[in-house]
C-alpha cells in the first residue's frame, strides 16, 4: 500500500515512520482517502456494545476496541457487569463516527485524527 508501490506516497510523505504514522516535513497530515460511505442513523438509546458501536460504523469490533484505547481521552466506555463488557454512550458512538470519518474519509493519521479532536 505505502513506499514502492504506492507513488502518491513518495511524493508526498517522508520515508521514516514513527511508530507507523506517515509524516510530512511540517507535520503529521493526511495520506490516502477511503470513499465515504452512508452510514446508519444511530437510534436513541442510552447505552450501546461494541457490537451495536461496530455495525453502526461500519467497522469490526476489534477496531472500535483499538480507538478506545487511542482516543481514550475523548471516548471513555462504560464497564457495566461482571463480565467487564463495555458499553458506550450515544455521544461516544457520535464521536467515534467523526473519528472514523477523519481517519477513512479524510485520510488523516492517528496522531493527526487526534490533532484534529483536540483542536475542535
Partial sequence: MFGKDCKDCNKHFDKDKMAGIFKRS??????????????????????????????????EPHVIRYWGKLFSKFVKPIVKSKMEMKYYRYEDVKILRKIRKLLYADGFTIRGAIMQLTES
Avoid at 30 to 42: E, M, N, T
Fill in 26 to 59: 511540517e507535520g503529521v497530515v493526511k495520506k490516502h482517502k477511503i470513499k465515504p460511505q452512508v452510514l446508519p442513523v444511530i437510534p436513541k438509546k442510552r447505552f450501546f456494545k461494541t457490537g451495536e458501536v461496530a455495525k453502526l460504523c461500519k467497522v
